[in-house]
């Protein structure tokens, strides 16, 4: 059974940092995306890395402040959020697909497994 856990949320000051990790098991070979969900809004695409971690993608809302990586072992795929503010407040959420590219990154239902998640509150 594929299984996926978040972890590393909490609560943050605007401007801080923090490092979130997607930890996997009971499957091979899979890209990981990341989501997140604000309180009363939709979920949001964050961004996502394929298996090799040779190509990443990110959302505009988050480009040049979140980099997500993994190394050669591939687990865990970490999610680094720098410079933080209160419009990142959410529940972050990593999930699992066979195939990724920048199109398919996006696409929620192209994901097949999804971990529970982890709160991340940023206050100012």
């Known amino acids: 059974q594929v299984q996926l856990v978040e972890s590393g949320g909490g609560l943050v000051q605007a401007g801080e940092s923090r490092r979130l990790s997607c930890v996997g098991s009971g499957y091979s070979k899979y890209a990981i995306g990341w989501f997140r969900r604000a309180p009363g809004k939709e979920r949001e695409y964050v961004g996502a890395?394929?298996?090799?971690?040779?190509?990443?993608y990110y959302a505009d809302s988050v480009k040049g402040r979140f980099t997500i990586s993994r190394d050669n072992i591939k687990n865990p795929v970490y999610l680094q959020m720098n410079n933080l503010q209160p419009e990142d407040t959410a529940d972050y959420y990593c999930?699992?697909?066979?195939?990724?590219?920048?199109?398919?990154?996006?696409?929620?239902?192209?994901?097949?497994?999804w971990g529970q998640g982890t709160q991340v509150t940023v206050s100012s």
């Open positions: 890395i394929s298996w090799s971690g040779s190509d990443t």
């Open positions: 999930a699992a697909t066979i195939h990724l590219d920048e199109v398919v990154g996006p696409l929620e239902n192209r994901y097949l497994y």
